[in-house]
Each structure stands twice: as C-alpha cells, then as structure tokens.
C-alpha cells in the first residue's frame, strides 16, 4: 500500500504532455526504452514500416506528420548565389556594339574594305579596354582573335608583333617591376638612400631622386616607381616629420617632396632605353624609318648627362620656387633606420632579385672580347696588339 502512494505520488509531480518544454527531437513513448531514440528529424524525414523499432502504422504516421509540421515550420536560410565569375556584361556590350555599328557601316570612299573591318575591330578593343569587362590582356587577344576569324588579318600579321623583341623587352621589365616591388627591394634602396642624405629637407628630396633614379633601369614604368615604390615611402616620412595633406601642413614638406618627385621621375624616364616603355619603340622606330640601331649603351650615353643634370638642378629649382617650410628632417632618417631594421637582413627573394637585375643590366651590354683583351693587358703593364690587329693604344676601331 505504501509503495502503491508513493508511485503514485511520483507520477503526479511530473508534467503533462502539454505542459513540457517542446524539443527539436521528437520523444517516443515512454513504453520504448531509450535506448532506441534515435530518431533525428533534420536527417529523417520518413519511417518504413519494417524499421527496427516495430512502431505501428498508426504511430509512424503521426510521428511523419509532425515531422512534416516541423520541417514546414522550420525557417531555412537559401545559400546566395555564386558570384558572376565572367565579363562584364554592360562594358562587353558596349564594346561589341562599337564595333558592330562601325563594321555594318558604308564603307567610305577610298578605304578598302578590310581596313574598315580593321577600324571596327580597333576601336571596338579600345572601348574595351577603357571599360575593362575583362582585363587588358585577354581584351587584347579577343581583339586578336576576331581579326582572325572574320579573316581580316591572317593569323601572321596579326601576331607578327609577337615576333618583335621590343614588346617582350617591355614584357619582362614590368615583370621586374613587379619584382622590386613584391621582394621590398625597392623600398630596402629607397629607405638606404634617406638614412644616408636625408637629414636636410633638401638632402632628403636628392635621396629620393637619385634614388628613383637608380631603380629606373630596371622598372619600365613611371607609375610603377612613382606610385607603387616611392609615393608609400613619401607618405610615411611627411606624416613622421608632421606633414599631412589636408590638414594644413602640406606645405611644411610634403607638397615640395611630392611635386619633386613627380617632375624628376620623367626626367629619369627618359635616361635608359629601359626606363620607361615608350622608348624601346622610340628605337624601332628609328631603325625602321632611317636604318639607325640605337642600343642601350648608345641611349645611356646620350641621355646620362642632360640627365643628371636636371636631378641636380630641378629639385634646387623648386626648392628656391616652391620652398617647403621645413628647413630640416632629422626625424627622417631615423624613420629609415627603423624601417629598415623592421625589414631585417636581405631575404633570399630580394638576393634572387638583385642578381637577375644584374645579370640582365650586364648581358644588355654587348661583349666585345678586344674590350676585355686591353684591360687584362693593362693590368699586365704593356699595350700588345690584339687579336684583331688593331693597335690597343688607340683602340677605337675594336672598341667601338
């Protein structure tokens, strides 16, 4: 009888069906052991009757309705949609209908048919380069390819520049520029040249310029130098000496440095055949329209002066013209210093760097053996003929 009450009692305290908490797992009957709860309805939406639990039909279709109710009830977040991974559609239309308006065009009097075609394909490329649905290089060889097809061009002519040496000249020169910038070489020298000269406002802009100066050779490209080497490590040392743009400090340096910058970089542009990318065609085209080969030396012999010349003059010009009001810098090169240090040791990649720069500055210069004979005899102390029977005392007929 005791036991009786107490089950009893013991059943009372507990809730009602109704009264307990709902769960995201559906609870059996209490007549199931445990045990066999395995029921999941994110992962089982239906029963079969032949199942291992032995529910009746009856049971196992209330238990799938309220797993429908719940499923239905359920709020589900869609995965987005894929991001358009192709061109542009607007910038591609655009191109394609510049092209189609001047091809389907009359032909004007005294243009050839194919060269019209040509003109449409031209400027169709252009307006797709300016509106870039897809990057420069595959607008271009689009460009290429539907010269090809429609048989404008036959597949030689219209990869003829392909053959030519100057392209791939600038190829391989931006891809140093890339180099110098990947590796931190570049700012390694630049921030080299300011811990050395730059304690003076006028030391630090000849550092910067002789600098940019030393690196064009190997980087073809003004914004190249300009804006991805030396416009970054400008910025850092006029806000380390207190010159911001727009706050009304820009005349305290940065307006000096920043303009001192820009007009000597064009002029250390037009020092090396390699420095910019618009001269290795400036030598085509002088080959090709007078017959005259002008080699890197011949450029660097030509342009160096002029050329150190006015590194010297226009950063003292603009000094006197545009002066800044910061007079010294000494915050400067102690910026340098910490960058520098921050940078530690040259990595491998920049050693990898400077090697190739070199090796290809080198093999830019022609070898001539009579050059290498006459500073061997030299160092000998006597002044042989050469190979060539040329006299090496005047030497200018093997050296040239």
């Given amino acids: 009888m005791a036991s009786s009450v107490a089950l ?46 032995n529910w009746s039909p009856k049971k196992l279709s209330n238990v799938s309705s309220l797993v429908r109710a719940s499923a239905a009830g359920a709020s589900v977040t869609p995965a ?51 509106t870039q649905p897809l990057p420069l290089g595959a ?67 000849y550092s910067l310029v002789f ?30 000496c207190g010159s911001n743009p727009g706050d009304g400090t820009e005349r305290k340096l940065g307006a000096w440095l920043s303009l001192t910058c820009f007009q000597t970089s064009v002029i250390s542009s037009a020092m090396f055949l390699t420095a910019m990318a618009a001269n290795p065609l400036c030598a ?14 011949d450029w660097a012999r030509a342009a160096i002066v002029p050329g150190l010349v006015s590194l010297v003059v226009v950063p003292l010009l603009l000094y006197i013209v545009y002066p800044p009001t910061l007079k010294s810098s000494p915050d400067a090169p102690k910026l340098a210093r910490e960058k520098l240090q921050n940078m530690g040791p040259m990595s491998s990649n920049e050693k990898i760097m400077t090697a190739t720069l070199l090796l290809t500055v080198f093999n830019s210069i022609p070898f001539n053996p009579c050059f290498l004979y006459v500073i061997l005899s030299k160092c000998r102390g006597r002044i042989p003929p050469c190979a060539c029977n040329n006299p090496l005392a005047s030497g200018k007929s093997c050296l040239k």
């Avoid at 600098?211 to 380390?240: D, H, M, N, Q, T």
Wanted: proline letters at 8%.
């Fill in 139 to 205: 607008v271009a060889l689009l460009g290429l390819g539907v010269s090809v097809l429609t048989k404008t061009l036959t597949f030689a002519a219209a990869f003829s520049g392909f053959g030519d040496p100057i392209p791939w000249l600038i190829c391989f020169a931006f891809f140093f520029a890339k180099g110098f910038i990947k590796t931190g070489l570049g700012n390694r020298v630049g921030y080299q040249f300011v811990s050395l000269f730059g304690s003076s406002t006028l030391g630090l802009g």
């Fill in 284 to 297: 085509t085209l002088t080959q090709t329209s007078i017959n005259q080969t002008i080699g890197w030396l």
């Fill in 211 to 240: 600098s940019e100066a030393l690196l064009a050779p190997a980087i073809p490209s003004v914004s190249a130098r300009a804006g991805g080497i030396f416009l970054p490590l400008v910025k850092s040392l006029c806000a380390a």
């Fill in 80 to 130: 987005p949609a894929p991001a358009w991974q192709g061109a542009a559609i607007k910038p591609l239309l655009a191109s394609i209908a510049t092209g189609a308006i001047i091809w389907f065009a009359p032909v004007p009097n005294g243009v050839t048919k194919i060269a019209w075609q040509l003109l449409a394909i031209f400027l169709a490329t252009i307006v797709g380069i300016i």
């Fill in 8 to 53: 009893t009692t013991a059943f009372s305290t507990l809730p009602s069906l109704r009264q307990r908490p709902h769960s995201n797992h559906l609870t059996p009957s209490l007549s199931y052991p445990p045990k066999r709860r395995r029921f999941t309805p994110s992962l089982q939406h239906s029963f079969n009757v032949n199942t291992k639990h």
